[in-house]
């Protein structure tokens, strides 16, 4: 079992950056392959961005890539996301997301979730 955390959503201004960081909790976060989705209103959670489970390898969805930089801390069992050049089209709910998959099929199946933070965007 993992429990997921999500923080530092919030208002931010068009061109903008942000920081979320999402806290994991329970087996060993290192184990896991990690990800960041994202909701945003009216429309169905999508990929925004991945990393292996030592951090060696990232995949972004083509509408971040960059501009998203996903890593992660396994000392402190965290993982962040780095967003930068914030576009109105980015608001939504971000969901952190951990998978016993490999990194490249973390799409196809995710094992925990967090409950998610709100971004903002604004013009």
């Known amino acids: 079992q993992v429990q997921l955390v999500e923080s530092g959503g919030g208002l931010v201004q068009a061109g903008g950056s942000l920081r979320l960081s999402c806290a994991a909790s329970g087996r060993t976060f290192s184990s896991y392959s990690m990800g960041w989705f994202r909701q945003a209103p009216g429309k169905e959670r999508e990929f925004v961005a991945a990393?292996?489970?030592?951090?060696?390898?990232?995949y972004y969805a083509d509408s971040v890539k960059g501009r998203f930089t996903a890593s992660r801390d396994n000392a402190k069992n965290t993982l962040y996301l780095q967003m930068n050049s914030l576009k109105l089209e980015d608001t939504a709910v971000y969901y952190c997301?951990?998978?016993?998959?490999?990194?490249?099929?973390?799409?196809?199946?995710?094992?925990?979730w967090g409950k998610g933070t709100l971004v903002t965007v604004s013009s």
């Open positions: 997301a951990a998978s016993d998959r490999p990194v490249g099929t973390i799409v196809s199946g995710v094992d925990y």
């Open positions: 990393i292996s489970r030592i951090g060696g390898s990232t």
